[in-house]
């Protein structure tokens, strides 16, 4: 595949897909927009390490200068995590960003179409957007919907947090026609909790009974049949991480009632509730945050090798 010539690679990313070899994207608002620093550019480092020992190429994502980037330094992971001027990117925002030569971290949808244009299928990250609540009034629906419907790359998350409409999440993705596939669990997990009282339409088993193989070959059964879109790989927290459902549901019941007094709307309200939501559990849900993407990173790097090595 030619490289689009806007886009700017890694040598690691570039030399890992000239040779077809596994290469996992990360994005890059989980950084800017997701996390508080420091642990932010500690995560997103950490990360990348365990995709590494996992033998493949972690290409985290990000708009900089204007320059879509596939794969960044270290340098450029503190930038994200630390410069006040770095925007949220959604696809709506990313020929701003680039007309401007401006920075911007970049969302599931945004971060999955760069992804794809430069050839990567298998991305991690945390936890999806979605239906909002409230959406049958407010139409607030996550662009990462829309892209998980036509653009061809496996998104590997925690499931979705009950910040969401989670059944209605689930009904939009069966409506763009992606497949939604839990690990090792019949259940669709709500990211904190492993259950979130909506069953997985599909399921695989854990990594080490063979789910990585499992989902390579549904990646490959869709695309080869000429569907195109994003699988949803939904990975649940492991239960020593996991903080119940019940639990959080009060913390977040408080974060949406504080976002509905203050007005915040559209692209802010994701970005204010995670924020929010860490300190009303004064740091628990950033921990519980960081373990989650540690397991999602490991089972993303064993997908990647499954699926470059072919069925
Ligand atoms: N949910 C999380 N953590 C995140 C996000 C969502 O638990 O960091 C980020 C992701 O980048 C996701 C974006 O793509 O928020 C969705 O924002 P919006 O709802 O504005 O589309
Ligand atoms: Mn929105």
Redesign the pocket.
Known sequence: MSLHPMLRLSDEVRDALATGGPVVAL?S??IS???PYPDNVAMATEVEQIIRDGGAVPATIAVLDGRPCIGLSPDQLELLGSHPEVS?V?VRDLPYVVARGAHG?????S?MRLAALAGVRVFV??????V?QGAESSM?V???LTELGRTDVAVICAGV?S?LDIGRTLEVLETLGVPVVSVGSSEFPS?FSRSSGFQAPMSVADLDAGGAEQLAAIMRAKWDLGLSGGVVVANPVPESDEIPAEEMQGFIDTALADSDRLGIR??D???YL?GRIVELTEGRSLQA?IALVRHNARLGAALARAYVSGG
Do not use: Q, R, Y
């Open positions: 994005e608002t989980i927009h997701g996390m949220k959604s971290a970049t969302t599931v949808a971060t990250t945390g936890g999806l957007g979605g909002h607030d996550s662009a990462d947090k910040i990211f559209g692209k309200i994701t970005p995670l945050n």
